[in-house]
């Protein structure tokens, strides 16, 4: 048996407020089944005047164990408490294989918080079948995010060393992002390539996409890519084969300054008539055993609606109501996640 404390980074407290305890008890609840992280009196405690997240591993973490710990959203430090009531640093090894600038340097207004997307990510990859392990173990992941604005979903999977996909229908979001991954990457030294298409056939407007890949290094294997498609979500057929993507992430619209698009002649001010017809192309997108995060404001559609569309298109919805990921954003926006799976 072995204690903990971990220390939160300083920007979670920030974006979160109270919240921020909650939910990286939350997080760290979904991740530790993936490589038999055994813990329990998981509590926010106040240590020397700082606030920490402590705990009780029984037994104490192995290597394995501490690299899942690591990839915490919101994870800063971490110590073990020892018997005298001394702090003893634990080396911790979060996976990266890019610069984590890459999540952070972009500024815009209505960009959802790295930290948040990182939780996303994690929510995902755990309830997966076997998706955590697979990319703690190096295996090459592709994410889906099917309403990806200006990429912070698909900055966060090329960090973990995944490709990435994203469907976005703002034109303007879609140009923004082309621009910053590639300066990003030119910055960076990082060797790639781009090429860009559009598709005219059967659509009054033409679909744009842009596909980068990039490398590594020599010993890295085959180039990372990140492609990204303009065009509504409802259409990701056309663009990506069906059991081709390993997990999929989405922070839907708020319903307050974004507004949501079901097909090319309609806007909808709330996520309901968009996740209605886009769900099941999702769902066929989507490998078996794979598993999707999704995060949407509970003023403009409840959980129990979300759950019964989710379930319509063919998702296995686990527990009903996860209340530690609840939390406010601002007066008008009161965030939530739900996690669904495909069937194996």
Not at 88 to 97: G, N
Not at 122 to 147: H, I, Q, V, Y
Not at 166 to 178: F, K, L, S
Request: with cysteine; net charge neutral.
């Amino acid at each position: 048996m072995a204690r903990y404390a971990l220390l939160l980074k300083a920007s979670a407290n920030r974006v979160y407020g109270e919240s921020a305890f909650a939910l990286a008890r939350a997080e760290l609840a979904a991740l530790a089944p993936t490589h038999g992280v055994a813990v329990r009196a998981v509590e926010r405690t106040m240590i020397g005047g700082v606030d920490y997240l402590a705990l009780v591993a029984d037994p104490a973490f192995d290597d394995a164990q501490v690299r899942v710990v690591s990839n915490l959203s919101s994870l800063h430090g971490l110590f073990e408490i020892e018997d005298d009531e001394r702090f003893r640093p634990v080396a911790i090894t979060p996976l990266r294989v890019l610069d984590e600038d890459l999540v952070t340097i972009q500024r815009y207004a209505g960009k959802t918080n790295e930290a948040f997307t990182h939780l996303l990510v994690n929510l995902a990859l755990a309830a997966g079948a076997g998706t955590m392990g697979r990319l703690l173990a190096g295996e090459r992941l592709r994410l889906l995010d099917p309403a990806c604005g200006r990429g912070s979903s698909l900055n966060r999977a090329a960090l973990y060393g995944m490709d990435a996909c994203g469907i976005e229908i703002d034109r303007r979001d879609v140009d923004a992002y082309r621009v910053f991954l590639t300066t990003w990457l030119k910055d960076k030294r990082l060797k790639h390539s781009m090429e860009q298409s559009r598709l005219r056939k059967g659509r009054s407007v033409p679909a744009h996409r842009f596909t980068v890949s990039y490398g590594l290094g020599k010993d890295a294997g085959a180039p990372r890519v990140v492609d990204v498609v303009h065009d509504d979500t409802t259409r990701a057929r056309t663009h990506f084969a069906a059991r081709s993507m390993d997990l999929l992430v989405c922070d839907l619209p708020y319903g307050v300054q974004h507004g949501s698009r079901p097909d090319a002649s309609a806007l909808d001010r709330g996520p309901e008539r968009l996740l209605e017809a886009s769900l099941p192309v999702w769902w066929d997108l989507l490998r078996p055993g794979a598993a999707a995060a999704l995060a949407w404001n509970r003023h403009v559609l409840s959980r129990a609606r979300l759950c019964a569309l989710a379930e319509a298109a063919g998702f296995s919805v686990g527990t009903p109501d996860a209340g530690d990921l609840v939390h406010r954003v601002d007066r008008a926006i009161t965030r939530d996640v739900l996690v669904v799976a495909r069937p194996e």
